[in-house]
């Protein structure tokens, strides 16, 4: 089974903020995508996002066929990155779905959602109590634009994973 996870927060308070990206990018993507695929977005709190995962990888074609989009604070807005076997990189939602299938071996398509300066360097929130405020903030419309821009590619980059494979689709849109 094809299954793209789209990791966010339930309830209508977070349903716009920066760390629901991943249930947004699913809106913006289920009519695009070309391949027969199952969209799931939990509807635990990213935390617990790997209890809700878990109980649908049954094999390993199951895990080879998983697609988790969310969001990351360390890449620009309007940038994605598919990545592969890595670590959580401090998502706790994708930590969480690691510890339940025990495995970092799937697919993930990162999006960023970090303002940048005019010369393009990230503008990172300093401290904890900061990050945290801002992923739990709303996108600006402007922000939320080009969101709906980038899920485009996206879409393209869920289709070629599915179609020519995971290498394929990192040498195109990484």
Same mark, same amino acid.
């Given at each position: 089974?094809?299954?793209?996870?789209?990791?966010?927060?339930?309830?209508?308070?977070? +349903?716009?903020?920066?760390?629901?990206? /991943?249930? =947004?990018?699913?809106?913006?993507?289920? $009519?695009? =995508?070309?391949? &027969? %695929?199952?969209?799931?977005?939990?509807?635990?709190?990213?935390?617990?996002?790997?209890?809700?995962?878990?109980?649908?990888?049954?094999?390993?074609?199951?895990?080879? $066929?998983?697609?988790?989009?969310?969001?990351? %604070?360390?890449?620009?807005?309007?940038? *994605?990155?598919?990545?592969?076997?890595?670590?959580?990189?401090?998502?706790?939602?994708?930590?969480?779905?690691?510890?339940?299938?025990?495995?970092?071996?799937?697919?993930?398509?990162?999006? /960023?959602?970090?303002?940048?300066?005019?010369?393009?360097?990230? #503008?990172?929130?300093?401290? +904890? +109590?900061? %990050?945290? &405020?801002?992923?739990? /903030?709303?996108? &600006? #419309?402007? +922000? *939320?634009? *080009?969101?709906? #821009?980038?899920?485009?590619?996206?879409?393209?980059? %869920? $289709?070629?994973?599915?179609?020519?494979?995971?290498?394929?689709?990192?040498?195109?849109?990484?």
């Amino acid at each position: 089974m094809k299954l793209i996870v789209g990791l966010g927060n339930p309830g209508e308070q977070y +349903e716009n903020t920066r760390h629901n990206t /991943g249930r =947004i990018i699913i809106g913006m993507i289920e $009519d695009k =995508i070309n391949t &027969k %695929v199952k969209f799931l977005m939990p509807d635990s709190f990213m935390n617990n996002s790997g209890k809700v995962v878990a109980p649908l990888i049954k094999s390993k074609k199951d895990l080879s $066929d998983l697609v988790v989009i969310y969001d990351d %604070v360390d890449l620009p807005l309007g940038k *994605i990155k598919i990545s592969f076997n890595r670590s959580s990189g401090g998502h706790n939602g994708v930590g969480s779905i690691i510890k339940h299938l025990k495995t970092e071996e799937f697919l993930r398509i990162r999006v /960023g959602i970090c303002p940048t300066t005019p010369t393009g360097k990230l #503008k990172k929130p300093k401290g +904890e +109590e900061a %990050v945290l &405020k801002f992923l739990l /903030g709303d996108f &600006k #419309k402007e +922000e *939320i634009a *080009i969101l709906k #821009k980038e899920s485009k590619k996206i879409a393209e980059a %869920v $289709d070629t994973i599915y179609d020519g494979g995971k290498d394929k689709a990192m040498s195109l849109f990484n």
